[in-house]
């Protein structure tokens, strides 16, 4: 079917009468003391009545112009069927820990031992390109926590920002708190129901000028779910002077701090001791905060304004022929 952006242009359409009615016509003269008869008072019956309907004809054209252009500023547009777009109305925080701890290589990628980090961004990225409809968001915290990128359909820029991410640009500490408080900030004026965030750690939160469970209040007041990651291995093997050692990169983590945030905001709490739980971990939460709305209908609009303005430069052209053979 066809629809007008702009229908009230064609309120237009009278003006040319209006103008014809109101404004007076120019009078010829009336001094001349001699009048010279002009030929056509001699000419055929026939040539007369040619003249009239050649007038005729140029008037129907010169309608049929004013009417197409008309048309054609009116923006006709023709609207193809309805496509249905499910909706899933989910808000995700990320809040990415770059604390220095970060740079433990006890993570495995491809049978190649990576840091936090880095398999960190392997995994979450995939999950980040699996966010269609969603809107996503970036804090980075260490020492401070940044908003990296605000709420956006731009997933794909979320995804680069987090790529280029290193570890100590927010500052070697650790402030979970910060960065919940920072979320808490940004999502206030967002719909209660799909407030989340996810907080990915691998440490204890040792600075900053709020607590975990000070912010975790915040957090449930303003009726934020915060899901909380701890990763890092059980144990790594190092090389020293004296040999390889085996070590428990994990001891720093405050596992209990990170079950009560998400305990006290209605969220969950994960552990990732390798690349495949995180896997897991990322799977879950699709589950989780599956949260479909109502469908919403979009239909295709072509705008078609070029057949009507073709039309009228094609009148033009023709009425312009017209008088040239008058």
């Not at 908003?147 to 500052?171: C, I, S, Y």
Request: with cysteine.
């Amino acid at each position: 079917m066809i629809e007008f952006a702009t229908p009230y242009v064609f309120l237009l359409l009278p003006l040319p009468l209006i103008f014809y009615f109101l404004i007076p016509q120019a009078k010829g003269s009336e001094s001349a003391a001699l009048k010279v008869p002009d030929i056509d008072d001699f000419a055929p019956f026939q040539r007369t009545i040619s003249v009239r309907k050649r007038n005729f004809f140029t008037l129907i054209l010169t309608c049929l112009t004013w009417i197409a252009l008309v048309t054609a500023a009116a923006r006709p547009q023709w609207v193809k069927n309805p496509i249905q777009i499910p909706q899933t109305g989910r808000d995700l925080m990320l809040a990415v820990d770059l604390s220095g701890s970060m740079m433990m290589e006890d993570f495995e990628v491809r049978g190649r031992a990576v840091d936090r980090l880095t398999a960190l961004k392997l995994i979450l990225g995939e999950f980040i390109d699996r966010r269609k409809g969603d809107r996503l968001g970036l804090i980075l915290f260490g020492s401070q926590a940044y908003m990296q990128t605000p709420l956006t359909f731009d997933t794909a820029t979320v995804k680069q920002l987090l790529n280029e991410a290193v570890v100590g640009l927010a500052g070697k500490e650790t402030a979970i708190g910060d960065a919940i408080g920072l979320a808490v900030k940004h999502l206030r004026d967002t719909p209660q129901e799909s407030r989340v965030l996810i907080l990915l750690t691998d440490g204890i939160n040792n600075t900053g000028e709020l607590s975990p469970e000070k912010a975790a209040e915040l957090a449930a007041n303003a009726k934020l779910k915060i899901y909380t990651v701890a990763i890092g291995s059980n144990e790594a093997i190092v090389q020293t002077l004296f040999g390889a050692r085996r070590i428990h990169p994990s001891a720093d983590i405050d596992e209990e701090g990170l079950k009560f945030v998400a305990e006290k905001t209605g969220g969950h709490y994960f552990r990732a001791y390798d690349t495949k739980d995180l896997v897991k971990i990322y799977q879950k939460i699709d589950q989780l905060e599956m949260m479909e709305k109502e469908n919403k209908t979009y239909r295709p609009k072509d705008d078609i304004f070029t057949i009507p303005l073709l039309l009228a430069l094609t009148l033009i052209g023709i009425l312009a022929v017209v008088r040239v053979k008058t």
